[in-house]
């Protein structure tokens, strides 16, 4: 009787571990994190010189991996044959080096930019709200992108880019030409972790 008993509790046991494996398995590879990862936030508000222009919005930035292909130095092991003098053949291995295409996973940051410029004083010579980006790239370089709004109505404006380490924005007043006075100054939008 205790031999029967032994023979079902191993049975028992046996099909409880094919049971668990699965769903260990499968709970394994859900909780696994993705490769792609989002930031979020608003940024501002953040106003001109003399208040009477005022900019705000929200930034996204989304990580996308991408195989990145080169060139790498490889050693092989390559048998390298000749015959003496007297015609006997000889062998011997060595080492040599050979360029072999291969792949690596890379990373790109894709962000959005969208703010709301707001216009306190649409009338007059210098009657425009003037907001600017100054977008670092991770390679130090950096671009600028500009905005104005010249009615009394609030102006939603978005731009698009990639990798980028730092962006800033000032807010002004200005002409329908450009911005020309009341700066901020630079003030924070997004910066990339370290």
């Known amino acids: 009787m205790r031999f029967v008993s032994r023979i079902l509790l191993g049975v028992t ?13 499968n709970a394994a590879t859900t909780s696994a994190p993705s490769a792609t990862s989002s930031y979020d936030a608003a940024w501002g508000p953040y106003f001109s010189g003399d208040h009477k222009a005022k900019a705000h919005g929200h930034v996204s930035v989304e990580k996308k991996k991408f195989k990145f292909w080169t060139w790498k130095w490889v050693q092989i092991k ?55 980006f100054k977008v670092v790239d991770k390679n130090g370089s950096a671009y600028f992108k500009s905005f ?22 000032d807010v002004s007043r200005g002409t329908t030409f450009g911005p020309t006075g009341f700066h901020s100054g630079w003030k924070d939008v997004y910066h990339a972790a370290a």
């Open 13 to 25: 046991a046996a099909t409880l571990v094919a049971i668990a494996a699965p769903v260990a398995a």
């Open 78 to 132: 390559k048998e390298v044959c000749w015959k003496d003098k007297k015609g006997d053949k000889h062998c011997k291995v060595v080492l040599k080096k050979d360029k072999k295409r291969v792949w690596q996973w890379r990373y790109d940051y894709f962000f959005k930019v969208h703010s709301t410029l707001h216009n306190n004083k649409w009338w007059g010579k210098k009657k425009c709200a003037w907001e600017t």
């Open 148 to 169: 104005r709004n010249c009615t009394k109505h609030p102006a939603e404006f978005t731009f698009y880019g990639k990798n980028a380490a730092h962006i800033y924005v």
